[in-house]
């Protein structure tokens, strides 16, 4: 027992050296974000919010920001769309070429994105749809379409494959018990993957730098910056970046334990 | 409710059906496959137009700097799924088989944290912690070390691409060790298998799939990423995804850049097939 104790603690701070080396880079730039040091080392340099007031009174930056909440709005609703119409079709039906039929949606997140980038910029440009805000935002929907079909499939796995027939032989249509059976089910399902789903768009860079011309996201403008020079502004973009996207992943998190809540208590 | 293939199909089941496959086909399948007939475009005068010409091929895959490339990229691609899936096991087997419930599922919430927050950031924080007079160097220079080059190395890299996979792989590797019935390990145990060969001889076999399909997703993310051999590696050698980069941004040769695409493609495909026929290849013997 007492080697198995051992090996417990030594696990114990294996781990901890990992969470250090992931979470690392995080707080660091959080604590570079508040450092008066141009090029932060240690010791650190005084407390300051230069940073964060110079990224306040820049207008490329608030537009970027406005971008930014442009699309991941837009594409986590057309995304949740599609994630939805593919769970549902995938949970009722049976039909030939479903295996292709899936593969169209799940592909994308195996494909590198400079590769979905380079693939996106010349065909957009052929059809002549690049360079827009709504460029990035297809580009988007396709790329997050999966994560909400992912979690809005799971949901449709919880759910007793008898109501939706029980509803129809209550005498509702099939469109009636969508509306009134189906879409009340997934509801907490829903909202996690428009969260989910904007919060991955939020974060998405290679693709977006590429189709968006001149239309700059925030993670396009953040690229633009570190490849000129040290700038800690970067710092204070991403924490306040990361302090948006926890929002989200919380609200979806609150969502999805809702739900589970609902469930138990029934 | 499963309809029979013959039936015809409702009004109600296409609404359902039909938005993904136009969607996916015009905005997902279109750009693929443009790209691939793209590398078959000439670019005249600094004006791309259609053709159907091998000179591009001809002129990536003759090209001694292209294997270069194509060389170095596979192989740190390679040596960063090793390093994830060897610096993972330990943490993931802690995780899995030896912490409890409520843990194991607050390491899994604080190993998606990563996955919100800019990657590009995290990436500029290293670069900066690893600098010459960064973090690091400042710290082993109070105990008499350094400074050592960190960044523009290979290891710059792969520091990157541990950022980038680590946290993923953890979660693969743990969530596959998790699910494995314990009565067969304890068994082990009661047969007298020493910790270690139980680890080789039940825990890694019985989550073969699992832990396979974690280097497939560890060796496509490390691939397919341009910002750690960028920012981190320097682009000294610079692999595929930079070559994509340079001859997209700078040098206005998308047809090039498309066969620097699509073999990067081809290679994945290649690697995740083999790596799939792998994962569920029986064992001589098992049912």
């Known amino acids: ?266 | 409710m499963t309809t029979t293939p013959r039936k015809r199909i409702g009004l109600y089941e296409l609404t359902w059906r039909l938005p993904i496959i136009v969607w996916q086909c015009v905005f997902f399948a279109g750009p693929v496959l443009f790209m691939v007939a793209m590398s078959f475009f000439l670019v005249r005068n600094y004006r791309m137009t259609e053709a159907f010409d091998f000179a591009n091929w001809e002129r990536m895959l003759t090209r001694g700097f292209f294997w270069d490339s194509y060389l170095y990229t596979v192989m740190i691609a390679a040596v960063s799924t090793v390093c994830a899936m060897c610096i993972a096991f330990p943490a993931a087997y802690a995780l899995a088989l030896r912490a409890s419930e409520t843990t194991r599922r607050w390491a899994i919430f604080l190993l998606i944290i990563p996955f919100f927050t800019s990657y590009l950031v995290r990436t500029f924080s290293w670069f900066v912690i690893l600098s010459e007079s960064g973090v690091i160097n400042a710290l082993l220079a109070n105990i008499g070390l350094g400074p050592f080059t960190m960044l523009n190395t290979s290891f710059g890299t792969l520091v990157g691409y541990m950022t980038l996979t680590l946290p993923l792989v953890v979660i693969l590797q743990t969530v596959t060790m998790a699910n494995i019935d314990r009565t067969l390990i304890e068994a082990a145990r009661n047969l007298g298998c020493k910790p270690m060969a139980t680890i080789w001889q039940v825990i890694i076999p019985l989550s073969k799939t699992g832990l396979i399909i974690a280097a497939i997703f560890c060796f496509i993310l490390s691939f397919g990423d341009f910002v750690a051999p960028f920012y981190l590696g320097g682009s000294q050698e610079p692999t595929l995804p930079i070559l994509i980069l340079d001859t997209t941004k700078s040098g206005q040769q998308w047809p090039r850049a498309a066969v620097v695409a699509i073999m990067m493609m081809l290679t994945l495909f290649a690697i995740a097939f083999a790596g799939i026929a792998l994962a569920y290849r029986k064992r001589k013997g098992a049912k």
Request: net charge neutral; proline share 5%.
């Open chain 1, 1 to 266: 027992m007492n080697s198995g104790r051992l090996l417990n603690i030594i696990l114990g701070i294996y781990v901890a050296l990992i969470f250090c080396f992931v979470f690392a880079p995080i707080i660091f730039s959080m604590i570079f974000s508040f450092n008066s040091q141009r090029f932060p080392t240690i010791p650190l340099g005084d407390f300051t919010t230069e940073w964060y007031e110079k990224i306040f009174a820049d207008p490329d930056i608030w537009e970027a920001a406005l971008n930014s909440l442009i699309v991941s709005s837009s594409a986590a609703v057309i995304a949740t769309f599609l994630g939805f119409c593919t769970a549902y079709s995938d949970y009722r039906y049976t039909f030939r070429f479903k295996g292709p039929y899936l593969a169209l949606i799940l592909l994308p997140p195996t494909i590198p994105l400079i590769i979905m980038a380079l693939a996106m910029l010349a065909w957009f440009s052929k059809i002549g749809i690049s360079g827009q805000i709504y460029s990035i935002v297809i580009a988007h929907s396709v790329l997050t379409a999966p994560f909400a079909m992912a979690v809005i499939r799971l949901r449709l796995n919880q759910m007793d494959p008898d109501l939706e027939a029980a509803a129809w032989n209550l005498g509702g249509s099939e469109w009636a018990t969508m509306r009134h059976v189906i879409i009340p089910f997934c509801k907490p399902a829903i909202a996690s993957a428009l969260f989910l789903t904007a919060a991955v768009s939020f974060d998405e860079f290679a693709v977006s730098w590429f189709v968006s011309g001149l239309n700059k996201t925030l993670p396009v403008v953040i690229l633009e910056i570190v490849q000129g020079n040290i700038d800690p502004q970067v710092n204070a973009i991403g924490t306040f970046v990361f302090l948006i996207s926890m929002t989200l992943v919380v609200l979806a998190q609150i969502f999805f334990a809702s739900r589970q809540l609902k469930s138990i208590r029934s």
